[in-house]
Antibody, heavy 124, light 111 residues
């Protein structure tokens, strides 16, 4: 059964770079029928799509982050990662990695498997 | 402010049906058949309930159904149960610049 697991530091200082990794188990990040996605949730607020990456390395980013987000994928380790530069207190929240289907057999356009989420706090 | 608009809360009694609306625009909900709905219990990850507007993944109860009219998508929960108390989020594809946008979420309360 496919599982996603986020990992990374839980506390950052303002202006630092947030780096998170999502480990994929029970499947492969090299699947051609899925995109690998990061979604975050500020405390007490709604969900925000940050970006997605295909196994070949092609990535799309939300314009809301003004170029601060970079995604990468490591096919040898079955992981994909998020980098968010110049963090501020408003970047505090739970960060989820998720799988998004691409084809008619894989819940197209929907996030069907999620990690448990990891809380990141930005504070001086 | 979220791109898609949902009411902050909706409530109903056990056994009743409730509907959660999700208002978008002709750039997202109205232009693509890629609306999905998620259920999130406190402290948990969201769970996919509906994709492509009205399709249920395997294992999701048929008490959950989705529909769309113009720029507004809707989630209907029939036979409301105590376990349905949660936050519900809609999401839509919004083109290749914005990509995916979420609603602000609706807290469903079972009275």
């Amino acid at each position: 059964q496919l599982q996603l697991q986020e990992s990374g530091p839980g506390l950052l200082r303002p202006s630092e770079t947030l780096s998170l990794t999502c480990a994929v188990s029970g499947s492969s990040v090299s699947s051609s029928t899925y995109m690998w996605t990061w979604i975050r949730q500020p405390p007490g607020k709604g969900l925000q799509w940050m970006g997605q990456i295909f196994y070949g390395g092609n990535a799309d980013y939300s314009p809301s982050f003004s170029g601060r987000v970079t995604l990468s994928v490591d096919r040898s380790r079955d992981t994909f990662s998020l980098s968010l530069t110049s963090v501020t207190a408003s970047d505090t929240g739970v960060y989820f990695c998720a799988r998004r289907g691409l084809s008619s057999s894989s819940s197209p356009g929907a996030f069907d498997v999620w990690g448990q989420g990891t809380l990141v706090t930005v504070s001086s | 402010q979220s791109a898609l608009t949902q009411p902050a809360s909706v409530s109903g009694s056990p056994g009743q049906s409730i509907t959660v609306p999700c208002r978008g625009t002709s750039s997202d909900v109205g232009n693509y058949n890629l609306v999905s709905w998620y259920q999130q219990h406190p402290g948990k990850a969201p769970k996919l309930l509906i994709f492509e507007g009205n399709k249920r993944p395997s294992g999701i109860s048929d008490r959950f159904s989705g529909s769309k009219s113009g720029n507004t998508a809707s989630l209907t929960i029939s036979g409301l149960q105590a376990g349905d108390e949660a936050d519900y989020y809609c999401c839509s594809f919004a083109g290749f610049v914005a990509n995916y946008v979420f609603g602000g979420g609706t807290r469903v309360t079972v009275l």
